[in-house]
């Protein structure tokens, strides 16, 4: 998906900014960048390819490379970014985190009438940060092209500018889809995905954009350029997955949510006679951990790490752009505890079930070391949409996730005029559902947390929050 971080001081911010966006590499894989202001040298950038290396690896030497007050930068999931601009509204660096759906049809309005280019990419892909700022030019300031730009995408798009005068524009997208977050300190201000990379440079906790709102920053000056819409659709899933635990998001703690998710599947499976055999309850790593210890605890069955994932080398496993890598690379990071799985019933919570590949493999492997039995849990609904908004669970075909796949294998296109019942794990639909899952993963049971439940988790009002990759609707 994608996160950045700037910051606007009286003092030099490059090593702030270089920790700063390195506590966004849980966000991205690809590229990593970094774009810094000072009078004397102007604006500086650099971009490097961390697929197979640490972000703070590839910008060690960005200390001798960069200096100024004021910098931006982010982690990219596809794009290069920052890009430097040079436009009727002057010279700046931008980043953006988000999804262009409609970005071939932008690009041809734009070519029909500009006269003018792209630069682009192998596969002749355009850069979608390029894209957004070519938007952006059209008008004769920032906040209006800003503003053009965000009713012109079909998507998302969370906006970072670092002007030639030193001052940062921060944009919110126009529903809220993903945070902006704002800290202050005695010099100056940050803007950032993650709240907790702020706090850890010194910045307390200042101001959370609003949908659609528009800030500046300088060191003395926070200026709303335009306020904040009314209607947000924030991203649930960032909770359940995505953000990082010591977050916070509209006022909630990512760790404390998740916690609270897993009590409240334990309760509805209490309701339900089970988990009395249980030997453990255990999460999948990393982020199933926390749902499993709110699960453990309001079950009162031990939490246990039956297998420990090997992360000095590869912290994720999803780094390869091939599918088989990336299933060897998940493979040979579950280190067992075998004193943990023979002969032990087992009970294991998932942040989600997306295509369900790893997971599959990862239940073979607690057999084979001689687990009685792996029950799972997922913290989410059945994820029956690919997500139009944000980089998760963006496949080929909406048939890639295995709810899709399962509901029409059993009743082909007419089953598809009834995911909302398959979702619900109390009709008959939902049932088979859940037993035909069962089947091919060889799951002693399952069962995944309802949309009421997992709205409780967070609590933040319903109809602020996206549920479109479980409900479909907008």
Not at 464 to 471: A, G, I, P, V
Request: charged share 25%; glycine share 10%.
């Amino acid at each position: 998906m994608g996160g950045f971080l700037g910051i606007t001081s009286k003092k030099d911010c490059i090593l702030d900014v270089f920790f700063g966006v390195d506590y966004h590499s849980h966000l991205g894989t690809r590229r990593g960048g970094m774009a810094a202001y000072s009078q004397e040298s102007g604006l500086q950038r650099e971009i490097h390819n961390i697929e197979n290396s640490p972000f703070r690896t590839k910008f060690a030497k960005v200390f001798d490379e960069m200096n100024g007050n004021s910098a931006i930068g982010c982690i990219s999931d596809y794009d290069p970014q920052p890009l430097l601009i040079r436009s009727n509204l002057g010279n700046y660096a931008i980043c953006t985190v988000g999804t262009i759906n409609n970005y071939e049809q932008l690009v041809n309005q734009f070519l029909s009438f500009s006269g003018g280019h792209f630069c682009t990419m192998t596969g002749g892909n355009i850069n979608m940060t390029e894209l957004v700022a070519a938007m952006i030019n059209q008008k004769s300031s920032f906040t209006e092209g800003i503003k053009f730009a965000q009713k012109m995408i079909d998507g998302t798009a969370n906006i970072l500018i670092l002007r030639d005068d030193g001052s940062i524009i921060a944009a919110r997208d126009r529903l809220g889809r993903i945070p902006v977050i704002i800290g202050r300190n005695e010099n100056g201000y940050c803007v950032t995905f993650e709240s907790f990379a702020y706090k850890k440079l010194g910045y307390w906790d200042e101001k959370e954009l609003g949908p659609g709102e528009i800030v500046q920053l300088t060191p003395d000056s926070l200026t709303v350029l335009s306020g904040p819409g009314k209607k947000m659709r924030m991203c649930a899933f960032l909770w359940s997955y995505y953000g990082y635990p010591t977050s916070n998001y509209e006022g909630v703690n990512v760790e404390v949510m998740r916690a609270r998710n897993g009590a409240i599947m334990a309760e509805a499976d209490k309701s339900k006679g089970f988990h009395d055999d249980l030997d453990y309850v255990s999460g999948v790593p990393d982020s199933g951990t926390p749902h499993a210890i709110g699960y453990a605890n309001a079950c009162k069955v031990p939490f246990a790490r039956p297998y420990i994932k090997y992360t000095p080398t590869w912290m994720r496993s999803f780094m390869p752009t091939n599918q088989a890598d990336r299933n060897k690379i998940a493979k040979m990071k579950q280190i067992p505890v075998h004193e943990l799985i023979e002969g032990k019933r087992l009970l294991f919570v998932d942040d989600s079930i997306v295509r369900g590949t790893q997971l599959k493999e990862t239940v073979e492997f607690l057999y084979q070391h001689g687990a009685k039995s792996v029950h799972m849990r997922s913290a989410c609904p059945p994820i029956m949409y690919g997500c139009k908004y944000l980089n998760f669970s963006r496949a080929t075909s909406d048939m890639d996730l295995i709810a899709r796949k399962v509901v029409m294998e059993l009743e082909g296109d007419e089953g598809m005029k009834y995911l909302h019942e398959y979702s619900d794990g109390k009709t008959e639909r939902g049932k088979k559902l859940r037993e035909t899952i069962c089947k091919k993963f060889n799951f002693a049971s399952l069962d995944f947390q309802s949309i009421e439940g997992l709205m409780e988790a967070i609590g933040v009002e319903p109809c602020k929050l996206c549920t479109y990759c479980w409900t479909g609707k907008e």
